[in-house]
């Protein structure tokens, strides 16, 4: 999906990732991330977004939640970290690092309430009446006062399976009243997703039909008396979606590939974010004709079409991607390579959800690649090993 935008817009990401595969710094079923080029593009994001007045929370479950990269990230002076599950609020807390925005896409479990109010985030979006009530029980045991956001929908909104979620708008007005009685909480705004999506056809990234239930959402709890502070408007939030999203009312985003530049608009590398990730493997057999590489990486939504293999140069072969019901053990190619041969790949894809290893490269762009660090797809930190050890 994105290999040809991978190649004209960061070549140096390829030769840096195959000079560290060389080395043995990096294994098979591996994403490797220029860190310098996500900082551009983090940079780049909050420079629009300021002009546009919206407020960014920077999103990690792309990149594995990597405690380094956030970490990197909130130096260029993002507001904080939206976590979408539990699991990765957690992950985050053992870092020190500020979540923001909790409890959209998933809903904070029971148990983990209380710990949650007390790391202080900015909002926590709540799908249930019930859930805004344990919020505030937490927060009157803490002695505080927690801002929450509603989770809206309405039919005809778009709805991914396993988010079917919050709050129609024909019955806002009287969740609104019953929240507003609750003591330890206050309304301060809406969300939705996802609210821009990229229409291939057209060729660029336009309002799903959710952004007008969100906007109508708001006028609702004005309605109401709420002083709306955040209108919440994410997906596929991008330098070339910010002004849209301002235009609409929205104040708060979330970039997530954006940073990376791995967005279905950059297909054609011809976005201003730049790829700054990309997937490594390695040949491992041949099976009557075709290559198989090491999986583990593979995201059956990321359009994943095709590879570069390097064999004292680099080839292009097509991807036979797995089916949905199979585990991506390895991944075939149409074409036959070299055992051991390096493989790349450049897709949109969620970290978080793969067995892949992510390898933080500084320096690719001066041409002195240094490896900051290994880690797992939940931000785990992996000893480095050159693969030389008893040689």
Known sequence: MLLKALQKQNPA???????????GMIKPDSYVIDVDQVRKNARLLLETATQCGITLYLMS???????????????????????????????????????????????IPSGMVDEVVSRHPEVITVYSVAKAREIANAAVRQNKEQALLLKVWHPGDLVY??????????????????????????????THFPCMLFDNEKGKTLPSPNLNTLIEAKSILEQQGIPVEQVNGPSATSVESLPQLAKWGVTHAEPGHSLTGTMPSNQQGNQPEHVAMLYLTEISHCHQGKSHCYGGGYYRRGHLSNALVYDQQWQTSKVQSPAN????????????FAVGSPVVMCFRTQIFVTRSDVALVAGIQSGQPILLGIYDSQGNTIPVSTGQEGL
Request: hydrophobic share 45%.
């Open 61 to 107: 479950k792309q990149f594995g939640r990597n405690p380094l990269l956030c970490k990197l990230l909130l130096e260029c002076g993002y507001q904080g970290i939206v976590a979408v599950d539990f699991k990765e609020a957690r992950q985050l807390y053992q870092h020190n690092l500020p979540v923001a925005h909790i409890g959209h896409l998933v809903q």
């Open 13 to 23: 990401l390829v030769e840096a990732a195959l000079l560290l595969w060389q080395q």
């Open 325 to 336: 019901d199979s585990i991506d053990y390895t991944l075939s190619l149409t074409d036959a």
């Open 161 to 190: 399976p396993g988010q079917e979620a919050g709050f129609s708008l024909n019955e806002l007005p009287i969740v609104i009243n019953e929240i507003k009685a609750i003591p330890g909480i206050r309304l301060v705004g809406v």
